[in-house]
């Protein structure tokens, strides 16, 4: 479609006139001769040209001519869709992400002849009844699988076990999926707690920074349970820090009394530049623990860093999972950023989970597929869950090396389920240092996350942010979301750098499977995949799914990614 376009002419009598456009568009009302032209999105007033009804009223009999501006308006690709309606064991999934495997080109106009890596989410596995689509049990769900796509022709992978049973693609390391008062529990700065074991021996803890680093302060965030106030007497009070540069011999760099605490945390100046620090905690009695433990350098705190210990009260295997947020292909590699996750039966039904924390694992990419035997993971630390309020990253990732030489990772602040866009970056030489990532604060880019400043309201949990090669706004970048996560409304916005600022999200699609699945059915997490489309004709996927379980069950063509073309005017 073109500018001036006529998507609507029709005669109408004076008085009050109720035009359904069929979808959404940037329109104005030719030569009418009305008081007011009143815009919808539905039943939402709409503050700028685009609309998908209109209200009118008439002064005289006239005809009336709807025009296209230019902009965007939204298709469906039922051809798209179909290819994941495919009739084998993968039954469907949600958190698709697409990835460009010709080293990581993920922008708009790649090569046709590209193969693609789609990763998903939660994923049903098992056999349907074809004439009712009703899924037959067992039917199982793995926590995330992946598809290929050569030639346009998908296929899907189920990762087997030994003896071919189905199970996840990626799985946490065991030392990354426990619960108890284990040692890890310090690193972040809220609830949780180290506790000792009932030995005479001392606690020994051992941090690793992957490299020599300078470190200017330790933090000891003091035992303190709010439900059991008595037991603040298990506070550390003695300590001793040494620092190496071989984790063999160490050398004596402080020692400390803790034993009167002036708040909750104490800051210690320690002034070290080693790669391995060793802090070793004289008990005073059976069980001692603390709340933090937090290293930093000229104000820059790190996250980026092992921790373990020698003795521990209780830790157990903790039931986490995996879901797959965005990543990047580099050098033969697969990076990308998944979440931490476990069950959380407080929840209502379809929103039973919790999430932990994030992850960066980094796997190799050869002709053969992923080389899951040599995968690798650690924790990402820039991720806060305290008092209602959400910080995490990974919801999309933009490879902007080409233009300004860094990688964009994009995150949300979370309050009450609005969600804010977040930015960060970094260099491709340091993708896997996590304390070389940079966030941007409202004004610069600034190392610590936590000063991170939104720059886009109303955006979603999976999302994307693409360069515009072309088109009316080239130049410019394209954010593509569910406005507010889980609604019917696909949106866009336009940003005049990758950190904005970025026009409010402007809805350009209602979501037709709520009204065709009913009962529980939503849609939520539509996001751009700019290497399958060109920057005028945005491929655009969305999932659905319902809050129900037997819902799922009835049919299995409600969980399913759904395709659409944003196309410009």
Not at 510 to 517: A, N, Y
Request: hydrophobic share 35%; aromatic share 12%; charged share 20%.
């Amino acid at each position: 479609m073109k500018p001036h376009h006529i998507l609507y002419q029709q005669p109408h009598l004076k008085g009050p006139v109720k035009i359904k456009l069929g979808g959404v568009y940037p329109v104005t009302v030719k030569d009418v001769k009305a008081a007011l032209v009143h815009r919808f999105i539905d039943d939402e007033p709409s503050t700028t040209l685009y609309a998908n009804r209109l209200e009118l009223e008439l002064s005289q009999d006239q005809t009336i001519e709807v025009v296209l501006e230019p902009g965007f308006y939204a298709e469906k690709d039922e051809a798209f869709t179909a290819q994941f309606l495919k009739e084998d064991l993968w039954r469907g999934g949600d958190g698709i992400y697409s990835f460009n495997l010709n080293q990581g080109v993920d922008g708009f106009d790649a090569p046709k002849d590209s193969n693609t890596l789609f990763v998903f989410g939660d994923t049903f596995v098992g056999e349907i009844n074809p004439e009712t689509f009703r899924r037959l049990e067992p039917t199982l769900m793995p926590n995330n699988s992946y598809a290929l796509m050569k030639a346009e022709s998908i296929s899907f992978h189920l990762e087997k076990a030994d003896n071919h049973s189905v199970k996840n693609v990626f799985d946490l390391e065991p030392r990354y999926a426990k619960k108890g008062t284990s040692i890890e529990n310090v690193l972040d700065d809220n609830e949780t707690l180290y506790l000792s074991a009932d030995t005479d021996e001392d606690v020994v803890i051992f941090i690793d920074l992957h490299h020599q680093k300078p470190v200017d302060t330790l933090e000891i965030g003091h035992y303190d349970d709010p439900d059991f106030k008595e037991t603040s007497v298990r506070a550390f009070q003695k300590m001793e820090i040494y620092q190496s540069h071989n984790h063999v011999t160490y050398e004596l760099v402080k020692r400390v009394d803790l034993s009167q605490p002036q708040g909750p945390i104490t800051s210690i100046e320690v002034n070290l530049n080693a790669r391995y620090i060793k802090c070793v905690i004289k008990k005073h009695r059976p069980l001692v623990g603390c709340r933090y433990l937090g290293l930093s350098y000229q104000n820059q705190r790190y996250i980026d860093f092992d921790i373990a210990v020698n003795q521990v009260f209780f830790e157990a295997p903790l039931h986490a999972w995996l879901w797959l947020q965005d990543g990047i292909i580099l050098d033969d590699h697969f990076y990308f950023y998944p979440m931490r996750v476990i069950g959380d039966q407080t929840q209502p039904e379809g929103l039973q989970f919790k999430v932990l924390s994030t992850m960066i694992f980094k796997v190799p990419f050869t002709q053969k597929g992923l080389q899951i035997e040599k995968l690798e993971q650690k924790p990402m630390r820039n991720f806060y869950d305290h008092q209602g309020k959400t910080i995490m990253f990974g919801a999309a990732v933009m490879n902007h090396q080409d233009i300004d030489g860094y990688i964009y990772m994009y995150g949300y602040q979370s309050q009450m389920g609005f969600r804010q866009l977040l930015v960060s970056r970094i260099k491709k030489e340091n993708l896997w240092n996590l304390d070389a990532y940079d966030y941007f604060d409202g004004q610069s880019f600034t190392p610590d996350f936590m000063k991170a400043a939104p720059v886009l309201d109303h955006v979603s949990c999976e999302m994307s942010v693409s360069y515009l090669n072309e088109g009316p706004h080239q130049g410019k970048y394209i954010a593509v979301m569910t406005f507010d996560t889980n609604t019917r409304y696909v949106a866009f916005s336009i940003g005049e750098t990758p950190y904005g600022p970025f026009t409010p999200p402007q809805k350009i699609y209602v979501t037709p499977e709520p009204d065709i699945f009913k009962s529980t059915t939503y849609t939520y997490n539509a996001k751009a995949h700019p290497h399958l489309s060109t920057a005028t004709d945005i491929l655009v996927s969305y999932n659905t799914n319902t809050y129900n379980f037997d819902h799922n069950m009835s049919h299995a063509h409600i969980y399913r990614p759904r395709f659409i073309r944003l196309k410009t005017i």
